[in-house]
C-alpha cells in the first residue's frame, strides 16, 4: 500500500465513523405537537396596560421549586402577566403554572436527557391560539431541532401575540442562528402588534447579542 492510499483509506475510516459516534436527537417534528396546556390563572382581569414579560431558561428543567422561589423573590417577575419558559419538561411546566397561577402552553421540540425538551408560554391571560415554529437547521452534531412557541393572548385591549425562542448552540454558528431569528420575524409579520419576542437566543460568541438586537430593531422591534 503506497502512503498516498494509507491516507485515504484513514480519512474514509473517519468519515465513516464519525455517524457512529454521535447518537442522533429524537425530534418532535409536527408543529401541532405533542402538546399540554393548563389552565391556572388566578388573575384574569389584569389590565393590558400592566404587561410585563419576562424570560426565563430553567436548565434541563430539573430545579423548577427553587425556579419558582426565586420568581416569587423579586416583585416585578412575581407580578409579570407573561413568562416566557425554555428546556422545560411537561411536567416541570405544569407545576410552575399551577404553583404562581398561570395558564399556559408548552410544546416539546426533542427528547434531551432523557426528557422532552422544549418551550413554554405562561400567561395570566386566557391563551386563545398557539402553535409550534419549527426554526430553519439541525444541530450538526446530533441533528436536533430547535423551535419557538407562538401563543396568542386574550387580554381585555385585545390580542397580544407572545414567543417563547430557544435558538441553536454555538455548535449552529452565529449567522444560522440569525436566519433562525428571521424565521420568527417572518412568521409574526402575519400578525398585528402588538407582539413580543423573547427567550434564550443563545448569543454566545462576540458581538452575537448586538446583531441579535440590530436584526429586530431593522424589522420594527425595540
Same mark, same amino acid.
Given at each position: 500500500?503506497?502512503?498516498?492510499? @494509507? ?13 457512529? @459516534?454521535?447518537?442522533?436527537?429524537? #425530534? ?21 396596560? !400592566? ?5 426565563? #431558561? ?19 417577575? =412575581? ?9 422545560? $419538561?411537561?411536567?416541570?411546566? $405544569? /407545576?410552575?403554572?399551577?404553583?404562581? @397561577? ?9 427528547? &434531551? &436527557?432523557?426528557?422532552?425538551?422544549? #418551550?413554554?408560554?405562561?400567561?395570566? /391571560?386566557?391563551?386563545? !391560539? ?8 439541525? +444541530?450538526?452534531? +446530533? ?15 385585545? =390580542? ?7 435558538? %441553536?448552540?454555538? /455548535?449552529? @454558528? ?6 433562525? =431569528?428571521?424565521?420568527?420575524? %417572518? ?14 437566543? +443563545? ?15 431593522? +424589522?420594527?422591534?425595540?
Amino acid at each position: 500500500m503506497s502512503p498516498s492510499s @494509507g491516507l485515504l483509506h484513514l480519512i474514509g475510516t473517519i468519515a465513516l465513523s464519525l455517524p457512529l @459516534g454521535c447518537a442522533l436527537a429524537k #425530534n418532535f417534528d409536527d408543529p401541532n405537537g405533542p402538546r399540554y396546556v393548563g389552565t391556572y390563572s388566578t388573575v384574569p382581569s389584569m389590565a393590558a396596560d !400592566d404587561f410585563t414579560l419576562a424570560t426565563f #431558561n430553567i436548565e434541563f428543567g430539573v430545579e423548577v421549586e427553587r425556579a419558582a422561589n426565586e420568581i416569587r423573590a423579586y416583585a416585578e417577575l =412575581a407580578d409579570a402577566a407573561v413568562l416566557l419558559l425554555q428546556e422545560m $419538561d411537561p411536567v416541570g411546566t $405544569d /407545576w410552575i403554572a399551577r404553583e404562581l @397561577g398561570y395558564d399556559y402552553v408548552y410544546y416539546p421540540g426533542s427528547i &434531551h &436527557h432523557g426528557k422532552e425538551f422544549g #418551550n413554554a408560554v405562561l400567561s395570566r /391571560w386566557p391563551i386563545a !391560539d398557539d402553535r409550534k415554529l419549527i426554526l430553519p437547521y439541525r +444541530n450538526p452534531t +446530533n441533528g436536533r431541532i430547535r423551535i419557538a412557541v407562538r401563543a396568542t393572548l386574550d387580554t381585555p385591549s385585545g =390580542a397580544v401575540v407572545v414567543y417563547s425562542v430557544h435558538s %441553536d448552540t454555538i /455548535w449552529l @454558528g452565529p449567522r444560522a442562528r440569525l436566519e433562525q =431569528a428571521q424565521a420568527i420575524i %417572518d412568521d409574526a409579520r402575519t400578525f398585528a402588534p402588538p407582539i413580543a419576542i423573547g427567550g434564550d437566543f +443563545n448569543t454566545l460568541e462576540d458581538a452575537a447579542a448586538e446583531d441579535t438586537v440590530r436584526r429586530f430593531e431593522a +424589522n420594527g422591534y425595540r
